[in-house]
């Protein structure tokens, strides 16, 4: 980027924000309605002394755990956030001592501090939960939806798309589309497993990847989940195998017939110790080589470090940040920004709960028009929907989710009995005094030590600094 990009995303993000502020009028301006103590803050108390008093956290049982978090204040507000699926709460505990007695409203400074110790994969998944978890805080104090606090509202629904688990069989992996389809998606996404072929003579070499023969059964299974949804239906595909940039070209090439509307992630062999996610230069040599549009991010964290260069290349036609790692709604916010900057198409990943799923649809709803669909990888659990209260059911209707417009933060509340009823081990948001002290941190001289001075003089001072 070069200086006047980042001069105008500033100043537009200043603008944004100085609009943000005259719209949410008197700051602790009670919600219309039954208002619980979520909804509005100890008037008694001015917006100076709001302050962290606490970080908890609990995890679901699911599919992909789901690690939930809890930040406290002193006025009876907290706000709720998610890590990363499949990962652990800890990594967001752990900013805990960063956070205690600072004002959750002021979120970029809050952010700057705690940015050190986020990274790529699941360790974005803290300070994502954390952005999550202030947004919540800040839209319930100020009365407003969590979009507010980011932009206006562009989409009043956001658009889901299905993931949908794989099979040998194709027609077996149809009917499973076929239930998707009956679902009221309208936008679709299959695993296309090379290991699928394992039991076919010839489809795979000895590396597990798929020979010419083996790339025209691969495109069997396309073609039976084609005559399910119709030849215009958006479908996307994932999940190939070990690909090198020569495999990935030549899977991509095969699709071509298809018009896939992305194959995700096709690259997953490293070179050197680059991810592959990262790796633009052989990012853009195989959307170069293809018509098949190339689309990569779930695990990529933050937008200078990580999507920046393979956007500044043209090296994917689409992005697909996870909020739960991309750095919740805040960062997202100014990668898909950026992305619509540079005509870049953003969908966005998920795999977690309902938490991470209404920061997700908040953020998206201020995106631009290049905005694609929302993933949601727990359509066959029943109870997915239940671990939340708040907000109207079924959360997914007719292939889209509606964003909250009359309720402050997030707009959800958490089932307590369900979520109990699916915790992976005991504990619901317990106390964490053992993360009260600094576990990680940058700098950090430790204050005042007992010694003799430069004088010759015993104390307990700071001295020789």
Known sequence: MNRRQKTWLTRRSMFRSAAAAAMFGPLFKATEGSASAQQTVNRRSA?????????????????YDYPLIKIYTNQDVYGLGEVRDAGVEGIAL???????????LN???????VRQFAGHGRMGGGYSAVDMALHDIAGKVY????????????????????????????????????????MGLTFFKMDLESSMLADRPGALNERGVCTEKGLGYLCEYIAAIRDVIGPGAPLAADHFGRLTVNDSI???????????????????????????????????????????????????????????????HRAVDAIHPD?????????????????????????MHHAGSPIGGFAGYHCAATFGNNFLAMENHALDMPWWQDLVTGVPKPIIEKGYVKVPDDRPGLGLELNDAVIKEHLRRPGYFEPTPMFDDLIVSGFHPGGAWPHYDEEGKWCNCVTYQ
């Open 250 to 312: 030549r899977y991509a090439r095969a699709f071509e017939p298809y018009q896939l509307s992305w194959a995700e992630d096709l690259l997953q062999v490293a070179e050197g110790h680059q991810y592959p996610y990262l790796n633009w230069q052989a990012y853009k040599t195989i959307s170069d080589a293809t018509v098949t549009p190339v689309l990569t991010g779930e695990d990529i964290f933050g937008l200078q470090d990580g999507f920046q260069p393979l956007m500044d």
């Open 143 to 182: 009365g407003v939806p969590a979009y507010r606090l980011i932009g206006n509202k562009n989409h009043d629904r956001i658009r889901i798309y299905a993931d949908t688990t794989s099979h040998k069989d194709p027609k077996v992996y149809a009917e499973r589309m076929r239930k998707r389809k009956e």
């Open 94 to 104: 752990i900013l805990k001592a960063m956070l205690v007695g600072k004002d959750p």
């Open 47 to 63: 917006p100076s002394t709001l302050k962290v008093t606490d970080m908890r956290a609990c995890r679901v049982a699911a599919n």
């Open 323 to 347: 909020i739960e790692t991309s750095g919740g709604l805040l960062e997202t916010k100014r990668i898909a920004d950026y992305a619509e900057m540079c005509g870049i198409q953003v969908a």
């Open 107 to 113: 979120i970029e400074g809050n952010l700057r501090t």
